[in-house]
């Protein structure tokens, strides 16, 4: 297994540039702001999608997103990935014999940022799926908040991004980030299938919306419980319901909203002893929306 925590590197130059900028007054800046990189993605000889990514970590990006479309299935064997940085592609390759022609014609546009997904296929994925019913510790929960609000980050460095954090307790195991959020979700989920890591004792926090995307995603990584410091959509709190899955949003310093799973928390941390949000850490914004 790679080492652990694998955090954010916000002083790698290929994943952000300066540019110039005029302030309110009228004054020159320069600030930095994030790449955006094409990558596209194939399974053996077919090409699945075409990614806009900030371009670290495309190996886990292709492996995860195959994962959570039901392209990659649990028994499959991975005999290769392969990434072509010159031309910015990905071969994922498995003994199995792939086919994916009439998958692919059938595509529902989610609201995940700048990429489609199968989403009927995903859904169909939740069928007969059973979460282990894993307790949440409130002051896990705190912890993780202020640690990861915290964290240096590409958020923190340039903005216009989203993070997504495997969490096991009140630690932080690998922390991803990337311009779309469900980019993210696929980095974690690539690196636990290459890493043969199993969900069932693991929390995922997010700084996006808890959407039915995420929390489908979530589900078919096995994962029984997801966290953000964001709001929820209906239908996210409908399928968390349907599938058992823990959901906490809105968690800012010493407030939060369970939609789902509340028999599963355990309160053992007194709210108003939480740390609140100090400056320097994640604002409510655009990026988090």
């Known amino acids: 297994m790679t080492r652990l925590p694998i955090l954010p590197d916000p002083e790698n130059p290929r994943l952000t540039r300066p540019v110039e900028a005029l302030d309110q007054h009228g004054q020159r800046q320069q600030i930095r702001v994030v790449e955006e ?97 894993t307790p949440v510790r409130t002051s896990d929960l705190y912890a993780l908040a202020h640690r ?19 969490c096991q307790g009140d630690q932080a195991l690998v922390y991803m980030e990337d311009v779309g959020r469900h980019n993210a979700v696929d980095k974690i989920a690539g690196w636990m299938r290459l890493n043969g890591v199993e969900g069932g004792d693991k929390l995922l926090y997010t700084t996006g919306r808890l959407t039915s995307e995420m929390v489908i995603k979530t589900a078919l990584m096995g994962i029984p419980a997801l966290a953000s ?51 320097g850490s994640r604002r409510k914004g655009a990026e988090d929306a």
């Not at 990861?148 to 495997?166: C, F, K, Q, R, W």
């Open 37 to 133: 990189r094409p990558l596209t993605i194939y399974l053996n000889s077919q090409e699945i999608v075409t990614a806009m990514t900030i371009g670290d970590y495309p190996e886990y990006l292709a492996v995860g997103y195959l994962a959570n479309q039901g392209m990659l299935l649990p028994a499959d064997r991975i005999t290769g990935v392969d990434f072509d940085e010159e031309v910015e592609t990905v071969v994922v390759r498995t003994e199995r014999a792939t086919d994916y022609e009439d998958k692919l014609k059938r595509k529902t546009r989610t609201s995940g940022c700048a990429v489609g997904t199968v989403f009927g296929d995903m859904m169909e994925g939740l069928d007969g799926l059973e979460l282990p019913a």
């Open 148 to 166: 990861i609000n915290t964290m240096p980050s590409l958020y923190l460095e340039a903005g216009a991004i989203h993070g997504t954090v495997l």
């Open 229 to 279: 410091r964001s709001g929820f959509t209906a239908w996210g709190v409908e399928i968390a319901r349907q599938v058992g899955l823990t959901l906490v949003g809105r968690m800012r310093g010493q407030r939060f909203l369970c939609l789902s799973g509340e028999e599963r928390l355990v309160r053992d941390a007194d709210p108003g002893r939480a740390p609140e949000e100090p400056r």
